[in-house]
């Protein structure tokens, strides 16, 4: 580390102790940012973090769903995204009018919302779920049809691991798009050995190929508990720095070099020190939204709790 980054990691921490302010970080941010984090985790572990904390701040460094997801869990927090154009694509593919169309279509069908989503479109919704929790919060539904959004691939997914029919919103993460059947069937023949795990917004027929599906933070926990010297990892680049620092001795290999999450990479130590100093970029949810947002994302954390 040179002085300049030394210097800046140390401000921040004064800074967040003067602002009684905790630092949230997603898996995929930059390393430095990892690093200087209170907590890094998946978008279930930042966001029962963010329900559950004392301090009176919280600095997502994440992409914009995630703060607006904590602010709607902690109203009376001011939270900060220390860039404000980090937004995440997937959750730009469907809009409350959409999504309410969808609705009109289907009634009676209960809605299940990725977190990947906007305030907006959580509101219209029944329930929430994130990468880690999608089947247990789809079985913990009583209805024989659901309907998903914004991810197809997520959906397709939980259709597998339910007797539910799934209906769903074509909606993809563009980043988890580039890896391709083809790119992993290369990986996997140049590392026999090796086993595949994959994130559930993959393409279905990568997921058929893997030994594991798991949220950023479950890969976390298979990877430190893994015997295997050398492991396949197909999701965002970013979550290698934590899997490294864990298991120095192991190797985590990419299938593909395109799965980089571009809005996740934008937030620097400075954007980091900058927001702290100014306290701008406050994440806001207008309150009749935000209420009913409230209940979709409070009704996931108590089926995970049930
Ligand atoms: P996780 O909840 O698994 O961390 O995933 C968040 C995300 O944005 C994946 O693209
Ligand atoms: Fe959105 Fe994909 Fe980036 Fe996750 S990796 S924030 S789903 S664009």
Redesign the pocket.
């Given at each position: 580390m040179n002085d300049r980054e030394d210097n800046l990691k140390r401000r921040i921490r004064e800074l967040l102790k003067e602002r009684n302010a905790i630092l949230l970080a997603h898996n995929?941010q930059r390393a430095e940012v990892q690093d200087i984090a209170d907590v890094t985790g998946d978008s279930l572990g930042l966001s029962q973090t963010a329900a559950e904390t004392d301090a009176e701040v919280i600095v997502f460094c994440g992409?914009h769903f995630m703060a607006e997801s904590a602010a709607i869990l902690s109203p009376q927090k001011k939270v900060i995204l220390p860039r404000m154009d980090a937004g995440?694509?997937?959750?730009d593919m469907i809009t409350a009018d959409q999504l309410r169309a969808e609705k009109a279509k289907y009634p009676g069908v209960p809605v299940v919302t990725y977190v990947?989503s906007s305030a907006e479109v959580k509101a219209e919704s029944d329930i929430c779920c994130t990468s880690a929790n999608a089947v247990s919060v789809a079985r913990s539904l009583d209805a024989p049809r659901i309907y998903m959004t914004p991810d197809r691939n997520l959906a397709q997914w939980v259709a597998r691991h339910t007797d539910q029919e799934v209906l769903y919103w074509d909606g993809y993460?563009?980043?988890?798009e580039w890896l391709t059947v083809e790119a992993v069937v290369k990986c996997k023949a140049a590392n026999p050995t090796a086993p595949l795990i994959a994130h559930p917004?993959c393409r279905p027929g990568v997921l058929d190929l893997a030994d594991e599906i798991l949220s950023t933070s479950g890969m976390v926990r298979y990877c430190k508990g893994s015997d295997a010297p050398a492991i396949i990892v197909g999701t965002?680049m970013g979550l290698y720095h934590k899997l490294q620092t864990d298991s120095p001795d192991k190797t985590f290999i990419s299938p593909s070099n395109r799965l980089i999450?571009p809005?996740?990479k934008l937030t620097s130590l400075d954007d980091v020190a900058e927001a702290l100093e100014t306290m701008s970029n406050v994440v806001t949810v207008e309150e009749s939204i935000r209420v009913k947002a409230y209940a979709t994302l409070e009704k996931m954390i108590r089926a995970g709790r049930d």
């Open positions: 995929y992409v995440c694509p997937m959750a990947n993460c563009p980043t988890h917004e965002e999450c809005n996740m």
